[in-house]
């Protein structure tokens, strides 16, 4: 299907394999995965060993010393053959963007090469139950205890943290003076920590990557646990944040090529009376209009991992409107095709109806709609701060 975005020769090459070894799972195979609850390890380890999990780390750590724009070509790619990958996002994108960006020598020797491979995975916890969309209001706590410290609090809608050898831990610290307590830090915690526990919380999203409270009580570190420097946390996840809205809106962007191409797919070849129906303009132009909503939202995510990898200060606001471009025309084009099936659309054999919910969840996470909203109007049209 004839699009927008017209790769270079490298980003092409990156799109056949990743789109090859797709192929040689299927969508059927993400879907029955995550309605057993099963893993997705075979592919996970596919995609480690084509070098398509650490693209965008440094070649010296075990990566491909690309960047966001190689990244958000493999995410949307497998997105667009119906698997949005959750822990893509998570764990090489967002966890080893920040070790790589503030870790120490050491701890990027310990993570970073294993994480490009696939044969390890981090989680990220950042969330919790009373601070919603305000980060300065986390409440798990590390206090030192000798040179570690001691970990303390609860952290909520943590994903694929089952599948997690650790997880980078966002908490303030608890040390510093009442006026400094809103400081963050960030730990590297083993999930096989003593005190660490998880409880999954049952959802309507349909993904091998499932959502898990978090508990840590009195959890131990040791000093080569600490991400960068204490109390400056908030500044050092944005690291992790950007790369993060952008291959959202990857992702958002496979999953509305995905639903359109399935949606005309049908319309082509579906004949109620004695035409096919994408020849009714009430078919095809809703069809057509996701198509363009669709290619826009995939404009701005490139444009947004573009700049990212130059470093330019206008990254913000481009990476929360590709997000937010990218997950309103993914959900409108799924919507569009599940209603172009007819009854078909709610049909497990066409694959459409199950990802609604996890299409739907990139409007709420990781960063709300109205969030991106508040943060365009106050840094994009200089409008008073809202909250």
């Known amino acids: 299907m004839a699009g927008l975005i017209h790769d270079n020769d490298e980003h092409r090459a990156i799109r056949e394999s990743t789109r090859a070894i797709a192929k040689k799972y299927g969508a059927q195979y993400f879907l029955e995965r995550g309605r057993s609850g099963g893993d997705i390890a075979e592919l996970w380890r596919d995609l480690g060993d084509a070098g398509l999990l650490g693209v ?33 996002v998570i764990s090489p994108a967002i966890c080893g963007s920040i070790i790589a960006a503030h870790g120490s020598d050491a701890m990027k020797r310990e993570w970073l090469p294993s994480l490009a491979d696939g044969t390890r995975k981090m989680a990220f916890g950042l969330t919790e139950p009373d601070a919603g969309s305000n980060s300065h209001n986390v409440k798990t706590t590390a ?13 909520y809608y943590i994903s694929a943290i089952d599948q997690a050898d650790a997880v980078l831990l966002i908490a303030r610290d608890g040390d510093l003076s009442t006026e400094e307590k809103k400081k963050l830090s960030i730990f590297v915690v083993p999930t096989d920590s003593p005190g660490l526990t998880i409880q999954q919380i049952p959802t309507s999203i349909v993904s091998p990557d499932k959502q898990f409270t978090v508990f840590l009580d009195e959890v131990r570190v040791g000093p080569e646990a600490l991400v960068g420097e204490t109390g400056n946390g908030l500044r050092q996840v944005f690291s992790g944040l950007n790369p993060e809205r952008i291959l959202v809106g990857a992702l ?39 198509h363009i909503n669709v290619e826009v939202a995939r404009l701005a995510t490139r444009l947004s991992a573009e700049l990212s990898d130059s470093d330019s200060a206008g ?26 099936h007819g009854g078909n659309g709610l049909s497990h054999e066409y694959g459409l109806s199950e990802l609604w919910f996890v299409t739907r969840l990139m409007r709420t996470a990781p960063v709300s709609r109205e969030m991106v909203l508040n943060f365009v109007a106050q840094t994009s049209l200089g409008l008073p701060r809202s909250y």
């Open 252 to 290: 958002c962007g496979g999953i509305g090529r995905y639903a359109v191409a399935k949606a005309t797919d049908y319309a082509r070849n579906r004949k109620v009376w004695s035409t096919p129906i994408g020849q009714h303009q009430g078919v095809s132009h809703p069809l057509a209009e996701c």
């Open 143 to 155: 206090r030192r205890d000798g040179d570690g410290w001691v970990i303390s609090g609860q952290k």
């Open 56 to 88: 965008h780390l440094p070649e010296e750590y075990g990566g491909g010393g690309g960047g966001m724009a190689e990244a958000v070509v493999i995410v949307e790619e497998l997105a667009a053959e119906g698997m949005p990958l959750l822990i893509w």
């Open 315 to 340: 990254v913000g606001e481009a990476a929360n409107i590709a997000k937010y471009a990218a997950s309103e025309a993914a959900l409108k084009a799924l919507d569009q095709a599940i209603q172009v």
